[in-house]
Protein backbone atom coordinates (compact mmCIF):
# COMPACT_ATOMS: atom_id res chain seq x y z
CA UNK A 1 0.00 0.00 0.00
CA UNK A 2 2.93 1.92 0.77
CA UNK A 3 3.67 2.47 -2.57
CA UNK A 4 0.12 4.39 -3.50
CA UNK A 5 1.32 7.04 -1.16
CA UNK A 6 2.61 9.96 -3.41
CA UNK A 7 6.40 10.71 -2.40
CA UNK A 8 5.82 14.26 -0.63
CA UNK A 9 3.11 12.24 1.60
CA UNK A 10 5.83 9.94 2.44
CA UNK A 11 8.35 12.41 3.37
CA UNK A 12 6.47 14.69 5.59
CA UNK A 13 6.20 11.32 7.60
CA UNK A 14 9.85 10.20 7.01
CA UNK A 15 11.25 13.37 7.93
CA UNK A 16 9.04 13.66 11.40
CA UNK A 17 10.21 10.26 12.04
CA UNK A 18 14.10 10.93 12.02
CA UNK A 19 12.77 13.89 14.33
CA UNK A 20 11.63 11.14 16.77
CA UNK A 21 8.03 11.69 16.04
CA UNK A 22 5.36 9.40 15.11
CA UNK A 23 3.45 10.40 12.12
CA UNK A 24 0.38 8.45 9.96
CA UNK A 25 -1.92 9.24 7.34
CA UNK A 26 -5.20 9.18 8.24
CA UNK A 27 -8.82 9.10 8.07
CA UNK A 28 -11.11 9.20 4.19
CA UNK A 29 -7.08 8.53 2.48
CA UNK A 30 -6.68 5.35 4.60
CA UNK A 31 -10.49 4.24 3.62
CA UNK A 32 -10.15 5.12 0.11
CA UNK A 33 -6.40 3.30 0.13
CA UNK A 34 -8.28 0.02 1.29
CA UNK A 35 -10.77 0.61 -1.45
CA UNK A 36 -8.24 1.02 -4.06
CA UNK A 37 -9.53 4.16 -5.17
CA UNK A 38 -7.57 8.03 -5.81
CA UNK A 39 -8.18 9.86 -2.25
CA UNK A 40 -9.25 13.49 -2.62
CA UNK A 41 -6.81 14.68 -0.37
CA UNK A 42 -4.20 13.56 2.24
CA UNK A 43 -3.85 14.25 5.83
CA UNK A 44 -1.29 13.37 8.45
CA UNK A 45 -1.53 13.15 12.17
CA UNK A 46 1.56 13.03 14.78
CA UNK A 47 2.29 13.86 18.04
CA UNK A 48 4.45 16.71 17.27
CA UNK A 49 2.91 19.66 18.45
CA UNK A 50 2.41 22.24 15.78
CA UNK A 51 4.75 24.62 17.08
CA UNK A 52 7.93 21.50 16.03
CA UNK A 53 5.63 20.73 12.72
CA UNK A 54 6.73 24.23 11.62
CA UNK A 55 9.95 24.16 12.68
CA UNK A 56 10.33 20.91 10.82
CA UNK A 57 9.50 22.66 7.80
CA UNK A 58 10.64 25.68 6.51
CA UNK A 59 7.53 26.03 4.13
CA UNK A 60 4.75 25.69 6.85
CA UNK A 61 2.15 27.76 7.74
CA UNK A 62 -0.31 27.48 10.97
CA UNK A 63 -3.92 26.72 9.60
CA UNK A 64 -6.60 26.70 12.17
CA UNK A 65 -6.47 26.98 16.09
CA UNK A 66 -7.17 23.13 16.38
CA UNK A 67 -3.63 22.23 16.09
CA UNK A 68 -3.19 21.71 11.77
CA UNK A 69 -0.28 22.91 9.79
CA UNK A 70 -0.12 23.31 6.57
CA UNK A 71 3.03 22.32 4.84
CA UNK A 72 3.41 23.41 1.23
CA UNK A 73 4.46 20.56 -1.17
CA UNK A 74 5.19 20.42 -4.97
CA UNK A 75 2.06 20.09 -6.66
CA UNK A 76 1.21 16.49 -7.05
CA UNK A 77 -2.60 15.92 -6.69
CA UNK A 78 -4.34 15.49 -10.00
CA UNK A 79 -7.20 17.69 -9.00
CA UNK A 80 -5.35 20.81 -8.40
CA UNK A 81 -5.09 23.42 -10.96
CA UNK A 82 -1.69 23.59 -12.51
CA UNK A 83 -1.85 27.33 -11.74
CA UNK A 84 -0.16 26.68 -8.58
CA UNK A 85 2.74 25.74 -7.62
CA UNK A 86 2.03 23.91 -4.40
CA UNK A 87 -0.23 21.41 -2.27
CA UNK A 88 -0.94 21.81 0.56
CA UNK A 89 -0.74 18.91 3.08
CA UNK A 90 -2.17 18.86 6.71
CA UNK A 91 -0.50 18.23 9.54
CA UNK A 92 -2.70 18.03 12.85
CA UNK A 93 -1.21 16.94 15.86
CA UNK A 94 -3.10 14.42 17.96
CA UNK A 95 -6.42 15.80 19.73
CA UNK A 96 -9.48 14.95 21.26
CA UNK A 97 -12.39 17.21 21.34
CA UNK A 98 -14.11 17.95 24.38
CA UNK A 99 -16.88 19.91 25.74
CA UNK A 100 -19.57 19.47 23.35
CA UNK A 101 -22.34 22.21 24.34
CA UNK A 102 -24.53 22.74 21.29
CA UNK A 103 -24.93 20.15 18.88
CA UNK A 104 -22.06 21.27 17.15
CA UNK A 105 -18.21 21.59 17.05
CA UNK A 106 -16.29 21.39 20.25
CA UNK A 107 -15.82 24.23 22.36
CA UNK A 108 -11.95 23.23 23.20
CA UNK A 109 -9.48 20.59 21.40
CA UNK A 110 -6.77 19.33 23.85
CA UNK A 111 -3.90 17.70 22.21
CA UNK A 112 -2.88 14.26 23.45
CA UNK A 113 0.01 11.84 22.97
CA UNK A 114 -2.42 8.80 22.41
CA UNK A 115 -2.87 8.32 18.44
CA UNK A 116 -6.14 5.55 19.65
CA UNK A 117 -7.20 8.97 21.07
CA UNK A 118 -7.08 10.72 18.31
CA UNK A 119 -8.97 7.94 16.41
CA UNK A 120 -11.39 7.43 18.77
CA UNK A 121 -12.62 11.33 18.44
CA UNK A 122 -13.23 10.62 14.25
CA UNK A 123 -16.85 9.86 13.25
CA UNK A 124 -17.27 6.42 11.42
CA UNK A 125 -14.27 3.68 11.39
CA UNK A 126 -13.79 3.55 8.07
CA UNK A 127 -12.67 6.97 8.80
CA UNK A 128 -10.70 6.20 12.02
CA UNK A 129 -7.65 4.16 10.86
CA UNK A 130 -4.14 5.61 10.30
CA UNK A 131 -1.07 3.82 8.26
CA UNK A 132 2.67 4.91 8.67
CA UNK A 133 5.87 3.52 10.18
CA UNK A 134 5.47 1.23 13.49
CA UNK A 135 8.09 1.50 16.10
CA UNK A 136 10.22 -0.62 14.17
CA UNK A 137 9.68 1.06 11.23
CA UNK A 138 7.48 -0.88 9.34
CA UNK A 139 4.57 0.48 8.00
CA UNK A 140 1.50 -1.20 8.86
CA UNK A 141 -2.32 -0.32 9.61
CA UNK A 142 -3.53 1.34 13.14
CA UNK A 143 -6.60 0.16 13.15
CA UNK A 144 -8.14 0.17 17.07
CA UNK A 145 -12.03 0.03 15.83
CA UNK A 146 -12.26 -2.53 13.10
CA UNK A 147 -12.42 -0.42 10.60
CA UNK A 148 -10.23 -2.36 7.95
CA UNK A 149 -13.23 -4.83 8.61
CA UNK A 150 -16.22 -2.63 8.16
CA UNK A 151 -14.00 -1.19 4.39
CA UNK A 152 -14.26 -4.88 3.75
CA UNK A 153 -17.73 -5.70 4.69
CA UNK A 154 -18.84 -2.06 3.45
CA UNK A 155 -20.70 -0.89 6.76
CA UNK A 156 -20.68 2.32 8.04
CA UNK A 157 -20.46 2.62 12.06
CA UNK A 158 -19.93 5.13 14.54
CA UNK A 159 -17.16 4.95 16.58
CA UNK A 160 -18.35 3.60 19.60
CA UNK A 161 -21.84 4.82 20.58
CA UNK A 162 -24.01 6.11 17.67
CA UNK A 163 -26.23 8.38 19.79
CA UNK A 164 -23.28 10.06 21.58
CA UNK A 165 -21.54 10.48 18.60
CA UNK A 166 -24.47 12.25 16.69
CA UNK A 167 -25.23 14.02 20.17
CA UNK A 168 -21.36 15.72 19.69
CA UNK A 169 -22.15 16.83 16.44
CA UNK A 170 -25.53 16.32 14.44
CA UNK A 171 -23.36 17.15 11.00
CA UNK A 172 -22.36 13.32 11.84
CA UNK A 173 -26.31 12.58 10.97
CA UNK A 174 -25.90 13.96 7.01
CA UNK A 175 -22.32 12.66 6.70
CA UNK A 176 -22.83 8.82 6.89
CA UNK A 177 -25.44 9.59 4.02
CA UNK A 178 -23.07 11.44 2.22
CA UNK A 179 -20.49 8.41 2.52
CA UNK A 180 -23.06 5.89 1.56
CA UNK A 181 -23.93 8.12 -1.69
CA UNK A 182 -20.20 8.32 -2.30
CA UNK A 183 -19.02 5.48 -1.52
CA UNK A 184 -21.88 2.84 -2.95
CA UNK A 185 -21.41 1.61 -6.41
CA UNK A 186 -24.26 2.97 -8.63
CA UNK A 187 -24.45 -0.46 -10.47
CA UNK A 188 -24.95 -2.15 -7.93
CA UNK A 189 -28.55 -3.84 -6.95
CA UNK A 190 -30.18 -5.17 -3.67
CA UNK A 191 -28.76 -8.48 -4.17
CA UNK A 192 -25.04 -7.41 -4.58
CA UNK A 193 -23.21 -7.12 -1.68
CA UNK A 194 -23.32 -3.47 -1.11
CA UNK A 195 -22.62 -0.30 0.93
CA UNK A 196 -25.05 0.21 4.07
CA UNK A 197 -25.33 2.17 7.29
CA UNK A 198 -25.68 0.06 10.27
CA UNK A 199 -28.48 -0.74 11.90
CA UNK A 200 -28.38 0.91 15.07
CA UNK A 201 -26.16 3.49 13.19
CA UNK A 202 -29.10 4.36 11.26
CA UNK A 203 -31.58 3.79 13.73
CA UNK A 204 -29.99 6.54 15.89
CA UNK A 205 -30.11 9.15 13.02
CA UNK A 206 -33.95 8.58 12.67
CA UNK A 207 -34.24 8.99 15.95
CA UNK A 208 -31.86 12.04 16.30
CA UNK A 209 -32.64 13.63 13.31
CA UNK A 210 -34.53 17.24 14.29
CA UNK A 211 -30.87 18.05 16.20
CA UNK A 212 -29.70 18.82 12.85
CA UNK A 213 -31.90 21.76 12.74
CA UNK A 214 -29.26 23.71 14.67
CA UNK A 215 -26.35 22.88 11.70
CA UNK A 216 -25.70 25.89 9.75
CA UNK A 217 -27.06 26.49 6.29
CA UNK A 218 -23.48 26.52 5.05
CA UNK A 219 -22.30 22.61 6.54
CA UNK A 220 -25.53 21.48 5.44
CA UNK A 221 -25.04 22.84 1.83
CA UNK A 222 -21.76 21.04 1.71
CA UNK A 223 -22.54 17.83 2.56
CA UNK A 224 -25.77 17.96 0.06
CA UNK A 225 -23.62 19.36 -2.49
CA UNK A 226 -21.29 16.15 -2.07
CA UNK A 227 -24.10 13.83 -2.22
CA UNK A 228 -25.85 15.67 -5.37
CA UNK A 229 -22.35 15.63 -6.85
CA UNK A 230 -21.87 11.60 -6.32
CA UNK A 231 -22.46 8.69 -8.35
CA UNK A 232 -25.52 7.65 -5.89
CA UNK A 233 -27.78 11.21 -5.62
CA UNK A 234 -31.18 9.66 -5.98
CA UNK A 235 -30.16 6.71 -3.29
CA UNK A 236 -28.06 9.27 -1.03
CA UNK A 237 -31.66 11.86 -1.18
CA UNK A 238 -34.01 8.87 -0.77
CA UNK A 239 -31.68 7.83 2.42
CA UNK A 240 -32.24 11.24 3.61
CA UNK A 241 -35.43 10.86 3.60
CA UNK A 242 -35.75 7.83 5.20
CA UNK A 243 -33.24 8.67 7.49
CA UNK A 244 -35.82 11.82 8.66
CA UNK A 245 -33.24 14.57 7.61
CA UNK A 246 -34.37 15.69 4.58
CA UNK A 247 -37.14 17.82 6.27
CA UNK A 248 -34.72 20.15 7.36
CA UNK A 249 -32.93 20.35 4.13
CA UNK A 250 -35.36 19.97 1.42
CA UNK A 251 -38.83 20.09 2.49
CA UNK A 252 -40.49 21.50 -0.78
CA UNK A 253 -39.09 18.29 -2.45
CA UNK A 254 -41.59 15.90 0.02
CA UNK A 255 -44.53 17.51 -0.73
CA UNK A 256 -44.47 15.61 -4.12
CA UNK A 257 -44.41 12.28 -2.35
CA UNK A 258 -47.86 10.22 -3.37
CA UNK A 259 -48.32 13.00 -5.42
CA UNK A 260 -49.33 10.98 -8.69
CA UNK A 261 -49.51 12.48 -11.91
CA UNK A 262 -51.32 11.49 -15.31
CA UNK A 263 -51.11 9.42 -18.50
CA UNK A 264 -47.56 10.88 -19.34
CA UNK A 265 -45.93 9.64 -15.66
CA UNK A 266 -45.50 6.14 -14.37
CA UNK A 267 -44.43 7.89 -11.28
CA UNK A 268 -45.10 10.17 -8.05
CA UNK A 269 -44.26 13.61 -8.51
CA UNK A 270 -41.24 12.94 -5.86
CA UNK A 271 -40.18 9.53 -7.17
CA UNK A 272 -39.84 11.38 -10.96
CA UNK A 273 -37.88 14.64 -9.27
CA UNK A 274 -35.83 11.91 -7.73
CA UNK A 275 -35.03 9.65 -11.21
CA UNK A 276 -34.85 13.15 -12.79
CA UNK A 277 -31.75 13.70 -10.74
CA UNK A 278 -30.35 9.97 -11.68
CA UNK A 279 -30.51 10.23 -15.31
CA UNK A 280 -29.40 14.29 -15.33
CA UNK A 281 -26.06 13.70 -17.57
CA UNK A 282 -24.28 16.82 -16.16
CA UNK A 283 -22.12 16.67 -13.62
CA UNK A 284 -22.64 20.51 -12.79
CA UNK A 285 -23.75 21.14 -9.57
CA UNK A 286 -26.39 23.51 -10.16
CA UNK A 287 -27.99 21.72 -13.62
CA UNK A 288 -28.20 18.34 -11.08
CA UNK A 289 -29.47 20.61 -8.66
CA UNK A 290 -32.37 22.12 -11.05
CA UNK A 291 -33.05 18.27 -12.14
CA UNK A 292 -33.89 17.68 -8.82
CA UNK A 293 -35.99 20.83 -8.39
CA UNK A 294 -37.41 20.65 -11.98
CA UNK A 295 -40.58 19.89 -10.61
CA UNK A 296 -41.06 20.95 -7.33
CA UNK A 297 -44.05 23.29 -8.50
CA UNK A 298 -46.66 20.85 -9.25
CA UNK A 299 -47.80 19.57 -6.17
CA UNK A 300 -48.96 23.23 -6.02
CA UNK A 301 -50.30 23.50 -9.36
CA UNK A 302 -51.94 20.09 -10.02
CA UNK A 303 -55.66 19.75 -10.79
CA UNK A 304 -58.04 17.55 -11.21
CA UNK A 305 -57.32 13.50 -10.90
CA UNK A 306 -56.21 10.64 -12.50
CA UNK A 307 -55.01 10.65 -16.20
CA UNK A 308 -56.29 14.10 -16.67
CA UNK A 309 -54.16 15.54 -14.03
CA UNK A 310 -53.07 19.29 -15.99
CA UNK A 311 -50.03 21.14 -13.81
CA UNK A 312 -50.12 24.67 -15.75
CA UNK A 313 -47.34 26.84 -14.99
CA UNK A 314 -45.89 24.39 -12.22
CA UNK A 315 -42.48 25.49 -14.19
CA UNK A 316 -42.55 28.94 -13.14
CA UNK A 317 -43.97 28.09 -9.94
CA UNK A 318 -41.38 26.05 -9.43
CA UNK A 319 -38.57 28.13 -10.36
CA UNK A 320 -40.02 30.87 -7.48
CA UNK A 321 -39.81 27.63 -5.13
CA UNK A 322 -36.84 26.60 -5.89
CA UNK A 323 -34.90 30.01 -5.96
CA UNK A 324 -35.99 30.31 -1.86
CA UNK A 325 -34.67 26.61 -1.46
CA UNK A 326 -31.26 27.20 -2.95
CA UNK A 327 -31.34 30.74 -1.24
CA UNK A 328 -31.96 29.53 2.36
CA UNK A 329 -29.24 26.90 2.22
CA UNK A 330 -27.03 29.77 0.92
CA UNK A 331 -25.69 28.70 -2.21
CA UNK A 332 -23.69 31.16 -4.11
CA UNK A 333 -25.92 33.82 -5.95
CA UNK A 334 -24.77 32.74 -9.40
CA UNK A 335 -25.66 28.96 -8.64
CA UNK A 336 -29.29 29.95 -7.67
CA UNK A 337 -30.13 32.46 -10.09
CA UNK A 338 -28.62 29.33 -12.96
CA UNK A 339 -30.99 26.56 -11.43
CA UNK A 340 -33.23 28.54 -11.11
CA UNK A 341 -33.51 29.78 -14.99
CA UNK A 342 -32.99 26.25 -15.84
CA UNK A 343 -36.30 25.01 -13.32
CA UNK A 344 -38.01 28.47 -15.17
CA UNK A 345 -37.50 27.03 -18.47
CA UNK A 346 -37.49 23.51 -18.10
CA UNK A 347 -40.77 22.88 -20.43
CA UNK A 348 -39.81 24.50 -23.57
CA UNK A 349 -41.66 23.52 -26.50
CA UNK A 350 -40.28 21.55 -28.96
CA UNK A 351 -41.66 19.44 -31.89
CA UNK A 352 -39.60 18.93 -35.01
CA UNK A 353 -42.28 20.03 -37.10
CA UNK A 354 -43.91 23.13 -35.69
CA UNK A 355 -40.93 25.09 -34.27
CA UNK A 356 -39.56 27.82 -35.97
CA UNK A 357 -36.03 29.33 -35.86
CA UNK A 358 -37.39 32.17 -34.37
CA UNK A 359 -39.09 30.67 -31.63
CA UNK A 360 -35.42 28.78 -31.40
CA UNK A 361 -33.76 32.71 -31.03
CA UNK A 362 -36.86 33.17 -28.68
CA UNK A 363 -35.88 30.31 -26.61
CA UNK A 364 -31.96 31.50 -26.82
CA UNK A 365 -32.73 34.87 -25.89
CA UNK A 366 -34.57 34.02 -22.69
CA UNK A 367 -32.10 30.93 -21.59
CA UNK A 368 -28.72 32.78 -23.25
CA UNK A 369 -26.55 30.32 -25.84
CA UNK A 370 -24.29 29.47 -22.76
CA UNK A 371 -26.91 27.87 -20.95
CA UNK A 372 -28.59 25.69 -24.39
CA UNK A 373 -26.63 22.43 -23.06
CA UNK A 374 -27.08 22.27 -19.22
CA UNK A 375 -31.18 23.41 -20.01
CA UNK A 376 -30.93 20.56 -22.30
CA UNK A 377 -29.14 17.72 -19.63
CA UNK A 378 -32.41 18.94 -17.10
CA UNK A 379 -34.57 17.96 -19.91
CA UNK A 380 -33.14 14.90 -21.17
CA UNK A 381 -33.05 13.84 -17.04
CA UNK A 382 -36.70 14.97 -17.41
CA UNK A 383 -37.97 12.89 -20.29
CA UNK A 384 -35.65 9.69 -18.64
CA UNK A 385 -36.94 9.84 -15.61
CA UNK A 386 -40.58 9.91 -16.54
CA UNK A 387 -40.23 6.09 -17.44
CA UNK A 388 -42.55 6.10 -19.52
CA UNK A 389 -40.63 4.95 -23.10
CA UNK A 390 -41.51 8.13 -25.13
CA UNK A 391 -38.23 8.56 -25.52
CA UNK A 392 -36.99 10.72 -28.98
CA UNK A 393 -33.63 11.32 -28.57
CA UNK A 394 -33.75 12.54 -32.59
CA UNK A 395 -35.78 15.56 -31.00
CA UNK A 396 -33.30 16.84 -28.99
CA UNK A 397 -30.45 16.31 -31.85
CA UNK A 398 -32.97 18.14 -34.09
CA UNK A 399 -33.30 20.88 -31.92
CA UNK A 400 -28.99 20.55 -30.97
CA UNK A 401 -28.90 21.45 -34.32
CA UNK A 402 -31.52 24.49 -34.84
CA UNK A 403 -29.57 25.59 -32.01
CA UNK A 404 -26.38 25.53 -33.61
CA UNK A 405 -28.13 27.04 -37.11
CA UNK A 406 -29.68 30.18 -35.34
CA UNK A 407 -26.81 30.68 -33.08
CA UNK A 408 -24.54 32.95 -34.76
CA UNK A 409 -28.16 35.14 -35.19
CA UNK A 410 -28.76 38.49 -33.01
CA UNK A 411 -30.85 37.23 -30.16
CA UNK A 412 -29.26 40.14 -28.27
CA UNK A 413 -28.73 44.19 -28.36
CA UNK A 414 -25.08 43.52 -28.81
CA UNK A 415 -25.67 41.41 -32.06
CA UNK A 416 -27.67 43.96 -33.98
CA UNK A 417 -26.26 45.60 -36.60
CA UNK A 418 -26.21 48.84 -35.69
CA UNK A 419 -25.19 50.43 -32.26
CA UNK A 420 -27.01 52.91 -29.70
CA UNK A 421 -23.96 55.80 -31.66
CA UNK A 422 -25.09 55.49 -35.25
CA UNK A 423 -28.88 56.09 -34.02
CA UNK A 424 -27.19 59.18 -32.32
CA UNK A 425 -24.71 60.07 -35.11
CA UNK A 426 -26.51 59.29 -38.30
CA UNK A 427 -29.95 59.99 -36.93
CA UNK A 428 -29.59 63.00 -34.25
CA UNK A 429 -31.46 61.47 -31.35
CA UNK A 430 -30.21 62.94 -28.61
CA UNK A 431 -27.88 60.15 -26.08
CA UNK A 432 -30.47 58.70 -23.16
CA UNK A 433 -33.05 55.75 -22.61
CA UNK A 434 -35.01 56.20 -25.69
CA UNK A 435 -31.84 54.68 -27.53
CA UNK A 436 -32.24 51.41 -25.65
CA UNK A 437 -36.31 51.39 -26.15
CA UNK A 438 -35.73 51.80 -30.05
CA UNK A 439 -32.95 49.24 -30.30
CA UNK A 440 -35.18 46.76 -28.12
CA UNK A 441 -38.05 47.32 -30.12
CA UNK A 442 -35.35 46.57 -33.92
CA UNK A 443 -34.30 43.41 -31.76
CA UNK A 444 -38.18 42.05 -31.19
CA UNK A 445 -38.36 42.63 -34.80
CA UNK A 446 -34.85 40.89 -35.89
CA UNK A 447 -35.52 38.14 -33.59
CA UNK A 448 -38.90 37.17 -36.38
CA UNK A 449 -36.82 37.89 -39.01
CA UNK A 450 -32.83 38.02 -38.93
CA UNK A 451 -32.63 39.20 -42.06
CA UNK A 452 -33.73 42.58 -41.03
CA UNK A 453 -30.36 42.91 -39.19
CA UNK A 454 -28.19 45.27 -42.01
CA UNK A 455 -27.58 48.46 -40.72
CA UNK A 456 -29.19 49.93 -43.84
CA UNK A 457 -32.60 48.37 -42.84
CA UNK A 458 -32.49 49.27 -39.21
CA UNK A 459 -31.57 53.07 -39.43
CA UNK A 460 -34.21 52.93 -42.15
CA UNK A 461 -36.66 51.40 -39.26
CA UNK A 462 -35.25 53.71 -36.57
CA UNK A 463 -35.99 57.09 -38.34
CA UNK A 464 -39.81 56.08 -38.27
CA UNK A 465 -39.86 54.80 -34.57
CA UNK A 466 -37.57 58.09 -33.59
CA UNK A 467 -40.72 60.28 -33.10
CA UNK A 468 -42.70 57.87 -30.61
CA UNK A 469 -42.80 58.40 -27.18
CA UNK A 470 -40.53 56.23 -25.03
CA UNK A 471 -43.39 54.20 -23.28
CA UNK A 472 -44.72 53.43 -26.33
CA UNK A 473 -41.24 52.21 -27.80
CA UNK A 474 -41.67 50.41 -24.81
CA UNK A 475 -44.71 48.66 -24.83
CA UNK A 476 -44.29 47.27 -28.31
CA UNK A 477 -41.30 45.57 -27.56
CA UNK A 478 -42.28 43.91 -24.99
CA UNK A 479 -45.64 43.32 -26.84
CA UNK A 480 -43.77 41.73 -29.41
CA UNK A 481 -41.52 39.58 -27.47
CA UNK A 482 -44.74 38.56 -25.39
CA UNK A 483 -46.99 37.85 -27.77
CA UNK A 484 -44.82 35.07 -29.07
CA UNK A 485 -43.98 34.23 -25.75
CA UNK A 486 -47.59 33.57 -25.03
CA UNK A 487 -47.98 31.44 -28.42
CA UNK A 488 -44.88 29.37 -27.85
CA UNK A 489 -46.60 28.71 -24.44
CA UNK A 490 -49.71 27.91 -26.00
CA UNK A 491 -48.32 25.67 -27.95
CA UNK A 492 -46.81 23.71 -24.27
CA UNK A 493 -49.79 24.37 -22.87
CA UNK A 494 -51.95 22.30 -26.50
CA UNK A 495 -49.57 19.48 -26.96
CA UNK A 496 -47.98 18.95 -23.02
CA UNK A 497 -51.69 19.82 -21.70
CA UNK A 498 -51.26 16.89 -19.10
CA UNK A 499 -47.17 17.15 -18.73
P1 LIG B 1 -13.29 13.09 1.71
O1 LIG B 1 -13.03 11.96 0.80
O2 LIG B 1 -14.54 13.82 1.42
O3 LIG B 1 -12.12 14.01 1.92
P2 LIG B 1 -12.83 12.38 4.43
O4 LIG B 1 -13.15 11.12 5.16
O5 LIG B 1 -11.40 12.73 4.23
O6 LIG B 1 -13.59 12.33 3.09
P3 LIG B 1 -13.10 14.95 5.61
O7 LIG B 1 -14.35 15.73 5.81
O8 LIG B 1 -12.05 15.43 4.70
O9 LIG B 1 -13.59 13.50 5.20
O10 LIG B 1 -12.48 14.71 7.06
C1 LIG B 1 -11.22 14.07 7.27
C2 LIG B 1 -11.30 13.14 8.47
O11 LIG B 1 -11.55 13.90 9.66
C3 LIG B 1 -12.44 12.14 8.40
O12 LIG B 1 -12.04 10.96 7.72
C4 LIG B 1 -12.73 11.89 9.86
O13 LIG B 1 -11.79 10.98 10.40
C5 LIG B 1 -12.47 13.24 10.50
N1 LIG B 1 -13.70 14.08 10.57
C6 LIG B 1 -14.06 15.06 9.73
N2 LIG B 1 -15.21 15.64 10.08
C7 LIG B 1 -15.59 15.03 11.23
C8 LIG B 1 -16.69 15.19 12.12
N3 LIG B 1 -17.66 16.08 11.88
N4 LIG B 1 -16.73 14.38 13.20
C9 LIG B 1 -15.76 13.47 13.43
N5 LIG B 1 -14.72 13.27 12.63
C10 LIG B 1 -14.61 14.03 11.55
MG1 LIG C 1 -10.52 14.38 3.26
Request: proline share 5%; hydrophobic share 40%; glycine share 6%.
Amino acid sequence: MIQKIPLPVQNIIVTLGKAHFEAFVVGGCVRDLILERMPKDWDVTTNATPEQVLELFPESFYENEFGTVGVKVPRFLATTSPDYENDIIEVTTYRTEANYEDLRRPSAVHFTLSLKEDLARRDFTINAIAYGPAADGKWQLVDPFDGSADVTKKIIRTVGDPAERFNEDALRLMRAIRFFAELRDPQETKLTHSWHIEEATFAAIQKLAENLAAISQERVRDELAKIILSDSPMEGIQMLHDGGLLRFILPELEVGIGVSQNLHHIYTVWEHNLRALATCPSKKLEVRLAALLHDVGKPQTKRGEGYNATFYNHDHVGARIAEKMLTRLRFPKALVKKATLLVDNHLFYYNVDEVTEASVRRLIKRVGLENMDDLMAVRIGDRLGSGVPKAKPYKLRHLEYMIEKVSRDPVSVKMLAIKGTDLIEELKIPAGPKIGAILDVLLAEVIEDPNLNTKEVLLKRADTLKASPIETLRTHAEEKIEEKRAEDDQQIKKRHWVE
